[in-house]
């Protein structure tokens, strides 16, 4: 499922119209990417929850050359599932 599909199913689940369910779907992508950007953790009961987890740096190969290459620590977004989503997907 696209975006686009996800709005559509969105509007006709909520009884709104697909403007406002992509306003809804952007301010949610939004709001929550500031939110981690911040380093809060976001918890929806039931969903799931979504948290910042930092990657340290480590040494790598080039797969062509076989030459060692740093690669750099970053952040990174985890998405762990709720007990109601993992029971709907079962």
Do not use: C, H, W, Y
């Not at 930092?54 to 620590?73: D, E, F, L, S, W």
């Amino acid at each position: 499922m696209n975006k686009t599909q996800l709005v559509d199913a969105i509007a006709k689940k909520a009884s709104i119209t697909k403007v406002d369910a992509k306003k809804a779907l952007d301010a949610f992508i939004n709001v929550t990417g500031e939110a981690l950007k911040a380093g809060d953790k976001i918890a929806l009961i039931g969903f799931g929850s979504f948290a910042v987890a930092k990657k340290p740096g480590r040494t790598g190969r080039n797969p062509r050359t076989g030459a060692a290459i740093k690669i750099a620590a970053k952040n990174v977004v985890k998405f762990k599932a709720g007990a109601e989503l993992n029971a709907l997907v079962k």
